[in-house]
């Protein structure tokens, strides 16, 4: 009898839940786009429905119910590639999946998808301020700006499924510009950023991406040491090399410049004597500067050490003194770069002047026999 009863209970919560299908928390219909929702104009995106249950069949909608390609009430089978695309696919979409065993029967609709499609306005520029390289635990300041007056802008990191983030446009010297602060200690910052730039009244119609920036968190590891190879102070256009080198086992080193934004990478190599070196040959000496290194792991190629100690590397002998460069003339240079001009001149206006003569006697003649 028991046995009958709990037979029955199956039966009915079998069809109870034919009856009503995975509602309520149970039901989460996911819409994702490959490889990523930020699609540049004429390009391609994969829309994918998914479901815990699994789904045969899914069918796509836009929020706003504008005309697009999709035809309305098209069912499509496990994923449908979107494209070319024109700002007329920018918008919201959403997907129902069909469950496995039924085919009227549909999920409720999945979270809303915002496909923004770029490249149809011109680029913004993007800065980090105080720099890009940020000591762990300080705050930098992301900077986007651009000559045309965007009301919004968009800050995306590169490689990651987050939704780029939405900041406000204000204008700024006959343009527009956003900032957006943050704290390395409370965010996972590091990494390549890029933003964008939109209007009101077509949000999801962007512009070009700017330029990347990369943000480099520094601090992580201990400091590696630097050296000079012949030494620190070397004579105008001998060659010098710049080692970095750390007991720790990193993968490769940045070598920079006081002054200079950019930064000179290059894999470590183990050493004789167990440390992991990385020699930055600079070639013929012309100019001094202070040089840092940080060294990093290609697991993580965002996050470094801390800097070395500063190495200041002098030239004596400056070379422009013996080989004045072209942008910074003398006297002396100046006089001679010129010369062969104004011999050229003089040629001419003797081989001009003596053909007026000529001329002038030719027509002289002429004019006496009449």
Known sequence: MSLMVVSVVCVG???VQRACPHTGGQDKTFLSAWPSALVPQGGHVTLRCHYRGGFNNFTLYKDDRSHVPIFPGRIFQESFLMGPVTPAHAGTYRCRGSYPHSLTEWSTPSNPLAIRVTGVHKKPSLLALPGPLVKSGETVTLQCS????????????EVTLEEPLHLVGELHGGGSQA?????STTSDLAGTFRCYGS?????????????????????????PSLSAQPGPTVQAGENVTLSCSSRCSFD???????GEARELSLSAVRSVNGTFQGDFPLGPATHGGTYRCFGSFRTTPYKWSDP??????SVTGNPSRTWPSPTEPNSKTGITRHLPIVIRYSVATIIFTILLFFLLRHWCSDKKRL
């Open 308 to 313: 070395s100690d500063p190495l200041p590397v």
């Open 146 to 157: 651009s000559d045309t007056v965007f009301e919004h802008f968009f800050l995306h990191r």
């Open 199 to 223: 209007f009101t009244h077509s949000p999801y119609v962007l512009s070009a991406p700017s330029d990347p920036l990369d943000i480099v968190i520094t601090g992580l590891y201990e400091k």
């Open 13 to 15: 919560f079998f069809l």
């Open 252 to 258: 490769m080193y940045h070598l920079s410049r006081e």
């Open 179 to 183: 900032k957006y602060s943050i704290n």
